[in-house]
């Protein structure tokens, strides 16, 4: 197992080795189907193996797999993603875990500050400073929050210097961000959140007096001299044409300071991005101080096949993704309702996900109260009846333009009977701190 996500430990079972992928479908080593809605965690936006995509990345292949200078590919990828979304400069990485990593290097050096502020259940890759927990050097802030910080799991090999410098937050609670600022505003670097929360589920930014939390967050960090990152790794270019700032700041007319991609931009091969406001990428080295580099940074393979899928990802695209959500969305929801399964189905555009639980999901809190025995009996029953859902209850359930009306169909054939071992699983504990 080369990334935890892939474990089936939530579940139990062993995880399908799979040989190959065409469409909506995957193939395992012993030849069994299953409908794909895992799509790699996010990028399979087309659908696997697209016959565009794999005839851009056939030539490119021919011509050599990477040079160590610039190409055209990666400007032509460039000027397509700063055509979709609210930056002005991008810069190549390899994963999103280093367009992370330097976007916070970037506003840190920015700045001139060190602290950084996350959310609870957002995850923005495996960076040191954002798999923490807030340390005790900003114990003082949990009196003024909800919920205990500390139920974020960190991990062993984080420095404790590291985890003092990040301050975890419960997401949308504008008290809580409020109160922050209030209290180290002078020395807050950045705010970084998924531009939509997909890693605990979908949980959507609320509205507050009348506008966004991602909207909130982008003006206090205004007010107060630091950052706004937005992380579109998974909702970029999937969330809408535009991803997630599509669906708030177009509308709001608010633009967050830096932006991290990577999933769809990447056409299934390892190429991400972080961009944002010409003033504050200037500061990157060559052209500033601060340094960021990569061996296969813009490599032309990579931002060949990214390039291939964003420019067919056309508006047809979405909206037969959309079609296809609204269509699992309303079996679902129906299959687990006729079976007594408590359940909520939250979306933001493209993307959904389901909870194992009654009510609105707001918070990490409120997405760790769910029923982790309801979902490993569905999941089993699904893989059982061929539909290859996540591993987890806290994770997207992704479609792509390949799932047409048989692959669709055969999740709808699924879910009654799903729904139904759901509803005999022993339900007595629920889950608590899986990530
Ligand atoms: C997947 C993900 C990352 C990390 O990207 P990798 O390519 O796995 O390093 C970062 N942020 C978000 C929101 C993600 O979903």
């Not at 030539?59 to 190409?71: E, F, H, K, L, N």
């Not at 055509?83 to 001139?112: C, D, H, N, Q, Y």
Request: net charge negative; proline share 6%.
């Amino acid at each position: 197992m080369n990334s935890p996500v892939r474990a089936f430990n939530a579940v139990g079972g062993t995880p399908r080795f799979i040989r190959s992928a065409a469409g909506a479908w995957l193939t395992d080593v012993d030849g069994n189907e299953y409908v794909d809605l895992i799509c790699s965690w996010g990028p399979m936006l087309l659908g696997h193996a697209h016959p565009e995509v794999i005839a851009a990345v056939q030539d490119a292949v021919t011509r050599g797999t990477s040079y160590g200078t610039p190409t055209v590919p990666e400007v032509e990828l460039a000027e397509e993603i700063v055509s979709r979304t609210p930056i002005e400069k991008v810069r190549f990485v390899s994963s999103g875990t280093e367009a992370t990593m330097s976007a916070i290097r970037l506003a840190r050096g920015f700045t001139g500050r060190d602290l950084v502020i996350k959310f609870a259940g957002c995850y923005h890759g495996h960076v040191d400073s954002l798999l923490a927990a807030a340390g005790s050097g900003l114990a003082t802030l949990r009196d003024t929050t909800e919920v205990d910080t500390h139920s974020v799991s960190s991990t062993p090999g984080v420095p404790q210097g590291f985890v003092d410098q990040t301050l975890v937050l419960p997401y949308n609670h504008p008290e809580a961000i409020r109160a922050a600022f209030a209290e180290h505003g002078d020395r807050i670097a950045c705010v970084i959140t998924e531009a939509a929360p997909g890693n605990m589920g979908i949980v959507p930014p609320g509205q507050f007096e009348g506008r966004s939390f991602n909207a909130l967050l982008s003006e206090l960090c205004r007010e107060s001299g630091a950052l706004f990152i937005s992380d579109e790794v998974m909702t970029g270019f999937r969330a809408s044409k535009q991803g997630q700032w599509g669906l708030d700041g177009a509308l709001e007319g608010w633009r967050p300071d830096l932006v991290t991609f990577g999933k769809v931009m990447g056409g299934g091969f390892p190429a991400a991005a972080f961009g944002g406001r010409a003033d504050v990428m200037s500061r990157l080295s060559p052209e500033g101080p601060v340094y960021q580099a990569g061996t296969l940074s813009g490599n032309p393979v990579a931002t060949t096949a990214g390039l291939a899928t964003l420019r067919l990802a056309t508006d047809d695209v979405y909206a037969h993704i959309t079609a296809a959500g609204e269509t699992i969305k309303a079996a679902a929801a129906d299959a687990l309702t006729a079976a007594g399964v408590p359940h909520r189905i939250q979306s933001t555009g493209t993307m959904f996900s389901v909870f194992f639980r009654d009510g609105e999901v707001r918070d990490f809190e409120d997405a760790n109260a769910q029923s982790l025995p309801s979902y490993t009996a569905f999941f089993h029953a699904m893989l059982d009846a061929g539909v290859y859902l996540p591993p987890s209850a806290y994770e997207t359930w992704f479609l792509s333009s390949a799932h047409d009306d048989r692959a669709v169909q055969t999740v709808l054939d699924a879910l009654p009977g799903a729904a139904r071992a759901a509803a005999t699983a022993d339900t007595g504990q629920t889950t608590k701190g899986m990530r």
